[in-house]
Each structure stands twice: as C-alpha cells, then as structure tokens.
C-alpha cells in the first residue's frame, strides 16, 4: 500500500458522497426514509464500479486492492474517541425500564438469529452457523456495528461476513422507516397516541441535508489557542494517543498471551479510550477535551467506513446467502415490533407507544430512527420517550459493545457456550425486567 493508494480512495469515496448528497436533495423517498448520504454513496460505488457497470463498459470506478483494510483503521478512530469528554449522568426509572426493553430485543435478536441459522444449516449446505450473529449487528448497531462485527469475523477468516453484515443493516434501515410508519398509524387507529401526530415531522434540515443559517450552531468548541496549536489538531493529538497507546499494551500483551493478538487494535482502542475517559471525567483535566469535536471525528471516520464497505459488497456472496438473509430478516423484524409493543407495554407505563416505536426503530435502524418514529407520533415532545430512548441508547453500550467487540471469536471458538450463554442473558432479562418495572408501569 502507498499513500498515493490511499488518496486516490479517499478521493473516490468522497466524490461519491459529494455526488449521493444532492441526489438526496432531489429524490423525496430516500428523505423520507432517512437514508444516509453515506449508504447512498455506497450504492452508487457498488453500482458504477467493477461489479455492475464494469461487466458491460471499461469505464467504472475503480477501488484500490487495499480499501478493505479501512474498516480497521478508522474504527481505531471511532473507539478511540467514544467514551472522551463525556460526563456522568444520572438515569431515573424511564431511561432504565427502556434500557431492560432495548436490551431484551437485542438479545431476543442474538438468540432468534442463532436459532434461525442452526435450523438453516441443517437443510442447507452453505450456511455457517456464524451467520446468527450478523442479523443483530446490522439491526439493533446499524452500519457502524455491521461494520465492527464483518471486520471481527474477518479477522477470523470469515472475509463474506462484512457484506452480509452491510445488507442487514440497509434491511434493518428500511424496516425501521417503512414498517415503522405502518406500525404508527396502526397505533394511531387504535387510540395508542393521545396527541395529534404531525404530517410534517420532516423539517427542511431533513428534506435538504443543509441546516438554514439562522439555526446552525458551531460543530466543534476552540480548547486550545490557534496561534500555539489547532484546536482540531489538538484533539487529534489527543486520539492519536490513545491509538499509539493501545497498539503498545495490545504489543506487550501478546508477547505474554499469543491467543491476544485475535483481539483487533481497534477493540483496544475501545478499552483504553474507555478507562481513560472514565478517568479523566473525574478531573480538571476533561476540561481539554471537546465532545463536540470527538463526534465529528468519530462521525468523519463513520461516513467513509460505510460508504465503502457497502460500495465493495461482494454481490456473488449476497446471492449465496440471500434465503437465510431474507428469513431472518422478516422473522426478526416482526419479533421486534411485537417486544417493543408487548414490553413497552408491560414495563413502561404511561406514553408506552411512543417508547415502544422509538424502540421498534433504534432496534432495527439507529437511534435516529427511533428517534425520528417518536417525532411523528410526539411532534411537541410532550412525552420523555426521546430521552427514555437516548438514555437507553447510552447505556445499552454495556451490553452491545461486547457481542460487538468480542462476540465473533467467542461464537467461533465455542458455539455451544455462546449461544446457552446469550439465551441464559435474554431470560436475565426478561426475569429482572418483570420484577423490576411490571409493578410500576401498572400503577402508572
């Protein structure tokens, strides 16, 4: 790899988000749909290069060799600034009985995609038991989580996983907006929304991509004086730091333990950015680091893995794959939308519907999403399901992080234990989550 390799695909990524970007703009359905630039961009690279239009023209776009090590790389940057600059917070009843109905479907997910793939593999020859796992990474973590889980099993000699992984996720994103809207009206039929909804939930923002002048505010806070150092070169310092860190103790680990060096760079940038954000936000010292600026890096990082991950879908893979794909998707997306309602239900108490659809769609989108379902159903925000949702978004972390991380070479190296173990969390939960909040959300 050269540096000329690198830019010429950095180049290549970005004129193709530049172009995706005002196709936005023009076509209403993907606004509607919340359709990222970023998955746009990696749709038209799937379409214009070798894959599709090089099959019948010479001319197509063309990706260097070495674009499928991306993936690791800028997840290094995205771990790495996660837990930075945060401040600790404290979560009331809401967000945590949220947090148990989110993470009862996260693992109904992990066990339901498991379940499905074993079924599968017993009639069909070219289904890996592993498949189970990705159905969750691309509905409940989105394109970001699809990501880190194909780059795991990739790691493991599982090079396919990061396609099929992408597809759940674009499956996981139109379930959200298309059947999330099914499932709001059928709410607002049956009297479940006490408020008026909105027939213009999309504000201009989101039908353009351009948020108008008189709204925009300042994407990153100036820490450190320009005249000595950038301010955004300052934080990268600091990223880049804890990057070199971690490179150096995953070193120093393998030489004791070999087995460590399945464990990617970028799961020990996640650990050491963790500790030291977790440190640092009990000092004067957190006062150095910009939040602010820690998302745009980490979200800089996040358009381009997607955006290139899903423009080098191997299509070939797709099509060998595309029954236990298509099964697991409809099976899971219903169980979903039936937990959310159901526990919401049980477990919430009061404004339960709005939470259950902001649930529905962070658990087969993104928070966005979820977010966006809310917005239509509670268009003055009225109820505290937006904040129930972020909350449990936050704290979810505890549980997705480590099936994200760490869950592949678990499944790997012992399938038996993983999948009694995954089903022996999800009755966990659902036994805690009916002690702890069935009461309340009667009384409410």
């Known amino acids: 790899m050269t540096l000329n390799n690198v830019i010429l695909d950095i180049a290549t990524i970005s004129f193709l988000l530049f172009i995706s970007f005002f196709i936005r703009q023009k076509i209403t359905f993907l606004q509607k749909s919340f359709i990222p630039v970023s998955l746009i961009a990696g749709t038209l690279g799937l379409l214009l290069g070798p894959q599709v239009l090089g099959k019948f023209s010479p001319i197509h776009i063309n990706f260097s060799e070495y674009i499928g090590q991306w993936t690791s790389f800028l997840f290094c940057f995205i771990f790495s600034t996660s837990f930075l600059g945060i401040t600790a917070k404290k979560f009331g009843r809401d967000v945590l009985s949220t947090t148990f109905i989110t993470g009862s479907i996260h693992m109904m997910q992990v066990c339901v995609g498991l379940a499905i793939s074993f079924l599968l593999s017993r009639v069909m020859s070219n289904v890996p038991f592993e498949i189970g796992l990705l159905p969750v ?16 099993f990739a790691n493991e000699g599982w090079e396919d996983a990061m396609g099929i992984a992408m597809t759940y996720a674009t499956i996981g994103m139109f379930a959200a907006t298309i059947f999330g809207m099914v499932l709001v009206n059928w709410g607002a039929k049956r009297k479940y929304v006490k408020r008026e909804m909105s027939s213009t939930y999309l504000e201009e923002k989101d039908m353009t991509g351009i948020i108008p002048k008189e709204n925009r505010q300042p994407a990153a806070v100036e820490i450190a004086n320009p005249s000595v150092i950038d301010p955004m070169a300052f934080q990268l310092m600091i990223v880049g730091t804890i990057i070199g860190i971690s490179h150096i103790i995953r070193i ?20 050491i950015g963790a500790l030291l954000g977790n440190f640092l936000s009990k000092t004067k010292f957190n006062n150095l680091i910009d939040r602010a600026s820690m998302k ?16 080098t879908i191997k299509l070939s893979v797709l099509a060998s794959f595309l029954v236990p794909i298509l099964i697991s998707s409809v099976v899971i997306c219903l169980l979903t939308a039936v937990f959310a309602i159901y526990l919401s239900k049980k477990w919430y108490g009061e404004d339960w519907f709005e939470v259950a659809m902001g649930a529905y769609g962070q658990c087969t989108g993104s928070l966005a999403t979820g977010l966006l379902l809310i917005k239509v159903i509670d268009p003055e925000g009225e109820t505290l399901a937006a904040e129930s949702i972020s909350g449990s978004s936050t704290l979810g972390s505890a549980f997705q992080l480590p099936y994200t991380t760490m869950g592949p070479m678990f499944l790997m190296a012992s399938p038996l234990m993983f999948s009694f173990g995954s089903f022996g969390i999800f009755l966990a939960f659902l036994i805690l989550g009916t002690i702890l909040f069935r009461r309340g959300a009667k009384r409410a």
């Open 137 to 152: 990474a691309g509905f409940y973590g989105g394109h970001g989580s699809a990501g880190i889980i194909g780059g795991s």
């Open 252 to 271: 120093s680990i393998i030489k004791v333990l070999p087995f460590w060096e399945r464990i990617p760079l970028y799961t020990m940038c996640l650990l």
């Open 296 to 311: 745009r890096i980490s979200g800089v990082a996040l358009e381009f893995v997607i955006a290139a991950a899903v423009a």
